[in-house]
T-cell receptor, first 113, second 114 residues
């Protein structure tokens, strides 16, 4: 079984719709992250959470919100989706070691028409 | 501004030869560097890391070299195998705005030709 799971794996939606991407983990890690990947730009941090009561903005948080429902669950919402939010979205977890190794889910491919 | 850069979007190498992937960075406060490998339709997976106090770390066919004065690191894969064909991301770890974060490069697509 996968340690970090994401649902849905693929989603096509229309401009203006509200979308929620979900992430669950069985690794027991406190730290969870949401990234987006765009061609030629690598992975960019949207939001991160170091425990259930801790939510922090990353470098590209505008247009997104998150919810940390439990240690194992971290959801990303697009309140009103726009076409430039079309991207590959990854959830990741970490236990906080010196090298900050992160463990990634399989990704959600989101298309906003 | 891009703090971690991978200037080669793609690299093609013959099976059995050495693959060298490069990464440059600008922030001297990075304390660890990591390489991730990504196959299509999968998330990135950790490959190897190196502390900023070292200049080399080796794990089987994979070796990472760090040149702090040049702010440059490289990943060597030898011998290259067809299963090594993937996108490779360089990442750097640091405390940014009070929190430990990773900053990723743009990625290099490695293709190993039989």
């Amino acid at each position: 079984d996968a340690d970090v799971t994401q649902t849905p794996r693929n989603r096509i939606t229309k401009t203006g719709k509200r979308i929620m991407l979900e992430c669950s983990q069985t690794k027991g890690h406190d730290r969870m992250y949401w990234y987006r990947q765009d061609p030629g730009l690598g992975l960019r941090l949207i939001y991160y959470s170091f425990d259930v009561k801790d939510i922090n903005k990353g470098e590209i948080s505008d247009g997104y919100s998150v919810s940390r429902q439990a240690q194992a669950k971290f959801s990303l919402s697009l309140e009103s989706a726009i076409p430039n939010q079309t991207a590959l979205y990854f959830c990741a977890t970490a236990k906080g070691g010196p090298d900050n190794e992160q463990f990634f889910g399989p990704g959600t491919r989101l298309t906003v028409l | 501004d891009q703090q971690v850069k991978q200037n080669s979007p793609s690299l093609s190498v013959q099976e059995g030869r050495i693959s060298i992937l490069n990464c440059d960075y600008t922030n001297s406060m990075f304390d660890y560097f990591l390489w991730y490998k990504k196959y299509p339709a999968e998330g990135p997976t950790f490959l190897i890391s190196i502390s900023s106090i070292k200049d080399k770390n080796e794990d089987g066919r994979f070796t990472v070299f760090l040149n702090k004065s040049a702010k440059h690191l490289s990943l060597h894969i030898v011998p290259s195998q067809p299963g090594d064909s993937a996108v490779y991301f360089c990442a750097a770890s640091s405390i940014i705005q009070g929190a430990q974060k990773l900053v990723f490069g743009q990625g290099t697509r490695l293709t190993i030709n039989p």
